[in-house]
């Protein structure tokens, strides 16, 4: 599985752009890059999915370079309940049924007033 | 469907005894992931099933640990002899096939050992 290394905390204002770059230098060709949110006391919610360049959906955007190294996730706008971690994943999903989702320490984002 | 559920949602328990956790997924899917997770770090990946199937066990973290799921629609995790360091939330994902986007998860057990 590939090793992934995100910041273990950032902090930043309602109303703000806040991106988070996750580093996954040994990605494999078949790997895709999900990203999942977690609030305390609950599990792991799904944010996004993405392979390549750009992937934006209602809550936030994924940007991949072209050397797919890296993947940095853009929430726009934050507000105070996007207070959060943030975990970045990398596996094959369609690999054969034994992708497993596996997490690191996630990177925790506290949103001020 | 009200998503995947967890029951009990906290458990403390007595150093030594035995405790079990249940956990409904969503009722088409057929994948089924138990995660352990302490303060501070992110989930940790016990094992999973694929319908009553239980593929992957290695990574249970020991032979206290054991995990059902009898008729590929509910799981259950017991922990035999609990000891204070099983203190942990417990947390239950279910999927369709592993497509990557689709896990969703339960909200936890969250289990005390005294």
């Known amino acids: 599985l590939a090793k992934t290394t995100q910041p273990i905390s950032m902090d930043s204002y309602e109303g703000q752009e806040v991106n988070i770059t996750c580093s996954h230098n040994?990605?494999?060709?078949?790997?895709?890059i999900t990203w999942y949110q977690q609030f305390p006391s609950q599990g792991p919610r799904f944010i996004i999915q993405?392979?390549?360049t750009k992937v934006t959906n209602e809550v936030a955007s994924l940007f991949i370079p072209a050397d797919r190294k890296s993947s940095t996730l853009s929430l726009p706008r934050v507000s105070l309940s996007d207070t959060a971690v943030y975990y970045c994943?990398?596996?094959?999903?369609?690999?054969?049924?034994?992708?497993?989702?596996?997490f690191g320490r996630g990177t925790s984002l506290i949103v001020h007033p | 469907d009200t998503g995947v559920s967890q029951n009990p949602r906290h458990k403390i328990t007595k150093r030594g005894q035995n405790v079990t956790f249940r956990c409904d997924p969503i009722?088409?899917?057929?994948?089924l992931y138990w995660y352990r997770q302490t303060l501070g770090q992110g989930p940790e990946f016990l094992t999973y099933?694929?319908?009553?199937?239980?593929?992957?066990k290695s990574r249970l973290l020991s032979d206290r640990f054991s995990a059902e799921r009898p008729k590929g629609s509910f799981s259950t995790l017991e922990i035999q002899r609990t000891e204070q360091g099983d203190s942990a939330m417990y947390l239950c994902?279910?999927?369709?096939?592993?497509?990557?986007?689709?896990?969703?998860f339960g909200s936890g057990t969250r289990l005390t050992v005294v």
């Open positions: 009722s088409e899917h057929n994948r």
């Open positions: 994902a279910s999927s369709l096939t592993g497509n990557g986007d689709g896990y969703t």
């Open positions: 099933f694929q319908n009553e199937a239980q593929l992957e």
């Open positions: 994943l990398v596996g094959d999903p369609a690999s054969g049924g034994s992708y497993i989702p596996t």
């Open positions: 040994n990605i494999a060709t078949n790997d895709y």
């Open positions: 993405g392979y390549k």
